[in-house]
């Protein structure tokens, strides 16, 4: 195990602390991102099976209505109903943004229908 070392630099009346940032993780691949693309697209006829397994997954009803998606890597990770808010998430995957961002989506479409009516 390496120790790492902390300095304090004193620039006149300053003081900083500097650490060393931490080594990747040798199981890490450096060519592979730490983060992947979040797709938010309306649903469509085909995206049932996948919107009904993922209420099975999330011990919920399935989405009545049109709905939102959230897919990762190619897989979908949450939906939203436009029609009554109600959400539906991959408990085995980190979706909070994935549901934040389709809350957003919503708000902007429900917005750009009423200033269209």
């Known amino acids: 195990m390496t120790a790492i070392a902390t300095h304090h ?4 009346s300053r003081h900083l602390l500097v650490v060393p940032a931490a080594a990747a993780p040798l199981t890490e691949s450096r060519s592979e991102p730490r983060w992947s693309a979040l797709v938010i697209r309306l649903a469509v006829a085909g995206d049932e099976n996948q ?4 209420a099975h997954l999330d011990s919920a009803r399935p989405l009545s209505g049109q709905a939102l998606i959230a897919e990762q890597r190619g897989s979908v990770v949450a939906a939203l109903s436009l029609d009554d808010g109600a959400v539906i998430a991959d408990p085995f995957v980190a979706s909070a943004d994935a ?3 389709l809350r ?4 902007q ?5 009423a200033t269209a009516a």
């Open 9 to 12: 630099r004193s620039n006149r």
């Open 104 to 107: 957003v989506r919503a708000s």
């Open 109 to 113: 479409l429900h917005a750009s229908a």
């Open 99 to 101: 549901v934040a961002m």
């Open 51 to 54: 919107l009904r397994r993922l």
